[in-house]
Every structure is written in structure tokens, then in C-alpha cells.
């Protein structure tokens, strides 16, 4: 799995999915978006967001990164943390096609928030309850760069010949 699948916290994945991006999955598609239309609603629609500060791996839901001052470190995740919920949903429901989590939680992730969440922590259930905090620029300008290398590239010389 790629570094910026994981790197993508609950807040960007639903963000990126309705700009027209399909990042639930690794077997994308150039986005149907020209560039410049992509930039503008990915901007729209990640303005306003709320931000956890977590890199995970969307396979494992592993917590391998928490970024620090972020809410996730205020409230107390831990590298090595798996997700199991946010919001109730459950992790182990997303599937390559679906992000069930993102989908129960697209509406909630607005800054000042408080989201629960639960995870496993050496064998132990944990509740954690951050406060999302506002997308950082810098985080925001890395997770549309990223996007744009991955998404927005070029067909292939020879899907453009049939």
C-alpha cells in the first residue's frame, strides 16, 4: 500500500471521495475531473474540515503515526493502536470498494467536534474522544498535491490509442 493511502486520516479520505477521487481503492482511475476543477472542488470541499493528526494503514487500520500537537496526540492515541470504531462504525467493514467509516462519518468532521472512537491497545479496548481540530494548510496542500500525483496523471499511451 502506497504511504499516501495511509497517511490520509478519516477527514481527507471523505473530502478526496467527493471531489472525485477514488481513493477507497488501489485500482483507481484517472479522475474524470480536468485538473484545474479538481484543485477547486478538493479546496471546496476540505475547507471547513476537521483534522485528527493520525496516519494509519487502511488494510490493518494500524495507527503508524501520530502526528504531534495533534488532536490525536491530545487525546491520547498511540502508535500500534488498531482501529476497531469511529462513531460507531467499524473499521473492519470498509472494503476496498467501500469505506464504511467514511461514510458514517463525513458529516461529523467539522472542527471543534468531538468524535469517539474505540481502539485496541495491547490486547485492551480503549475509548478515545479527540476534538478535531481545522485542516492545517500545509496538511491540506500536501493531501491535494498528493492527489494530483496520483490521481490526476496522464492515460497511458496505449489507453489513448483504442
Not at 484517472?30 to 484543485?39: H, I
Not at 472542488?41 to 476540505?46: D, E, T, W
Not at 493528526?53 to 491520547?76: K, N, Y
Amino acid at each position: 500500500m502506497t504511504r499516501s493511502l495511509r497517511i490520509l486520516t478519516l477527514v481527507l479520505l471523505p473530502a478526496i471521495l467527493l471531489a472525485g477521487g477514488a481513493l477507497a481503492s488501489e485500482s483507481y482511475k484517472k479522475c474524470p475531473l480536468d485538473t484545474q476543477t479538481c484543485l477547486d472542488q478538493m479546496v471546496s470541499h476540505l475547507k471547513g474540515r476537521g483534522w485528527l493528526g493520525i496516519e494509519f494503514d487502511m488494510d490493518s487500520s494500524l495507527v503508524q503515526r501520530v502526528v504531534p500537537g495533534s488532536p490525536a496526540e491530545a487525546a491520547g492515541f498511540k502508535v500500534g493502536d488498531v482501529m476497531i470504531s469511529v462513531a460507531g462504525a467499524k473499521f473492519a467493514a470498509n472494503t476496498e470498494a467501500k469505506c464504511v467509516t467514511c461514510e458514517a462519518t463525513k458529516n461529523l468532521w467539522k472542527p471543534g467536534k468531538r468524535i469517539s472512537y474505540v481502539v485496541k491497545r495491547k490486547g485492551k479496548t480503549v475509548k478515545l474522544e479527540p476534538t478535531l481540530a481545522t485542516l492545517p494548510s500545509d496538511v491540506m496542500a500536501q493531501m491535494i498535491g498528493m492527489h494530483m500525483i496520483e490521481h490526476a496523471q496522464p492515460e497511458a499511451p496505449d489507453a489513448r490509442k483504442k
